[in-house]
């Protein structure tokens, strides 16, 4: 699927539960980054690969859903990149219901490796890729992976 063809490519990144407290939660784990700073770094990194991005964060897995969901519906969303935080490792069994029902591509980040946290992602299997360990970089590899994967120049891309 090449979109850049025809238009930019949408891509949704959605923030789970406690990433609006980046920067101030536990910065010796999560760093000094807020959420604020993040957002710049993100668009920023959008603008310049050339695709529309939309950054949304809730502690509320209902809003989350509502707000999958209307990206789809209204704004034609064409990839959902996610750091489901505490939802990939306890519940979310509605975002995972979400993100089977959407039929868009999706790619997981995690600032932290969640393997080192004997943490495996109940969501990750339903992910293009998953990117964690990073840091803050986590969120750009994943967007550059999910733009990558969109408009087609994904090298060695297994088939989905």
């Known amino acids: 699927m ?5 238009r930019a490519p949408r891509v949704l990144l959605l923030q789970g539960p406690n990433m609006n407290y980046l920067g101030k939660r536990q910065p010796e784990v ?17 603008a310049e690969k050339g695709y529309e991005l939309d950054i ?3 502690n509320s897995e209902g809003a989350a859903l509502d707000r999958i969901y209307a990206a789809v519906e209204d704004k034609g969303m064409d990839g959902l990149v996610m750091n489901p935080a505490a939802w990939s490792v306890g519940g979310g069994a509605s975002i995972r219901y979400c993100i089977l029902s959407i039929g868009k591509p ?17 969501l990750a299997d339903l992910a293009v890729g998953v990117v964690q360990g990073f840091g ?25």
């Open 56 to 58: 949304f964060y809730t």
């Open 136 to 160: 803050i970089d986590s969120y750009i590899l994943g967007l550059d992976a999910m733009f990558r994967h969109l408009s087609g120049t994904a090298a060695g891309r297994a088939a989905v």
């Open 106 to 122: 999706y790619v997981e980040v995690h600032i932290r490796n969640q393997y080192a946290m004997k943490n495996v992602s109940t």
């Open 30 to 46: 999560y760093g000094s980054t807020t959420a604020a700073e993040l957002d710049v770094l993100c668009h920023a990194h959008a």
């Open 2 to 6: 090449n979109l850049t063809a025809t």
